[in-house]
């Protein structure tokens, strides 16, 4: 089978709707930056939902900004299972969980009151509100990505965050 690589179908980014939209959730992102939350769960947060999403762009960009940041591969492999692994703490597995079910609304009937429980015992309110404005942005920004398909892998670290 011959490998073709992957084209986008439109320049995305290059339109100028697009890119008044992507100045504007940017922006969004910004008031992110101090959610209270430990450092690593961000990361791992845009990771989870980037894999959920099939998003190469985001995938590619949040496992090497994480790892960048010095996450460890162990760990960074593991997000994708993270249910199965004893590498992530009680507070990061809340977090995963509640990205999961943030990011797989359509598959259930939303968050479940377990999962919100879990991360409450976890997270104060101002945290809580940033893990689900993170969970909402980065499944704005994978949509942005994968609608198009725009390709993944050739992200350099820190070049976007």
Same mark, same amino acid.
């Given at each position: ?9 439109? @320049?995305? *980014? ?6 008044? /939209? ?27 939902? #980037? ?5 190469? %762009? ?16 162990? &760990?960074?492999?593991? %997000?994708?299972? $993270?249910?199965? #692994? ?9 977090? +995963?969980? +509640?990205?999961?079910?943030?990011? &797989?609304?359509? @598959? ?5 009151? @377990? %999962? $919100? ?5 976890? /997270?104060? @309110? ?14 704005? *920004? ?12 050739? *992200? ?6």
């Amino acid at each position: 089978m011959k490998e073709t690589a992957m084209e986008a179908r439109i @320049d995305y *980014y290059a339109n100028p709707i697009a890119a008044k /939209f992507a100045k504007h959730i940017n922006a969004a992102g910004l008031a992110l930056k101090k959610t209270g939350l430990p450092a690593e769960i961000p990361n791992l947060v845009l990771l989870r939902a #980037s894999q959920i999403n099939g998003c190469g %762009v985001c995938t590619d960009m949040h496992a090497k900004d994480a790892a960048h940041a010095g996450e460890t591969t162990v &760990r960074l492999t593991m %997000v994708a299972a $993270w249910r199965d #692994s004893v590498v992530f703490t009680e507070p990061e597995r809340a977090a +995963l969980a +509640l990205t999961e079910a943030g990011t &797989r609304l359509a @598959d259930s009937a939303g968050v479940s009151d @377990d %999962v $919100w429980d879990t991360a409450r015992k976890h /997270f104060d @309110d101002d945290q809580l509100s940033g893990l689900v404005s993170l969970i909402a942005l980065i499944n704005a *920004y994978n949509r942005m990505n994968a609608i198009p398909r725009i390709p993944g892998g050739n *992200y350099t670290p820190g070049a976007w965050s």
